[in-house]
């Protein structure tokens, strides 16, 4: 299910395509839970900048799938189906797995929280019924910006960092995963 970096567009997205981007994604989860009538957990990278698919957001990518993989198996969930879609809006990952929705969101929303790229993934869980389990179903605050304290939302409406700032802080972290986790 890991993409290869190399293979990257490298296409600058603009809005337009970004929003329709969305609605194919949305179109794909109900296909999907339609199929699989169990919770599914839709992934993706935070990708701030108009290039959404690059070497940079597919390596961090493989880093959350191998880490949903390695949450499955200790948490002994079985993924009754995965795919990994490559596309200029960047890459995209679903898994159908064989847990209660709640179950799975508390363990993703710690893998944000715990792993060192975790900050860099949006992990959305699926119930069977298509909604979507946020933080706020969990009481939790809204995510922080990667550079400052701030919400993520603040600082990405107000363009508070540069975008230049933005990405060397994720190529630091990802050449720290990459040190700690052999990739």
């Not at 795919?83 to 799975?104: F, N, T």
């Not at 860099?120 to 179903?137: K, N, Y």
Request: glycine share 4%; proline share 6%; charged share 20%.
């Amino acid at each position: 299910m890991h993409l290869l970096p190399e293979q990257a567009t490298r296409h600058a997205v603009s809005i337009p395509e970004l929003l329709v981007s969305r609605d194919e994604r949305q179109a794909r989860q109900h296909v999907w839970l339609a199929r699989h009538p169990i919770p599914l957990v839709s992934f993706t990278v935070v990708a701030p900048g108009p290039i959404k698919d690059s070497e940079l957001t597919r390596r961090l990518f493989n880093h959350g799938v191998t880490a949903l993989h390695t949450l499955a198996t200790q948490a002994d969930w079985h993924i009754r189906e995965q795919a990994a879609l490559a596309s200029a809006c960047g890459p995209e990952g679903m898994l159908s797995i064989e847990a209660p929705a709640r179950d799975i969101k508390l363990a993703t929303i710690e893998l944000e929280q715990t792993h060192p790229l975790g900050r860099l993934w949006d992990i959305d869980v699926l119930t069977p019924g298509g909604e979507i389990l946020s933080r706020r179903h969990f009481a939790l605050p809204a995510r922080r910006c990667l550079l400052c304290e701030q919400s993520a939302a603040e600082c990405a409406r107000g363009k508070t960092h540069t975008l230049s700032d933005l990405l060397t802080h994720m190529e630091a972290l990802l050449h720290a995963a990459d040190s700690q986790y052999g990739h």
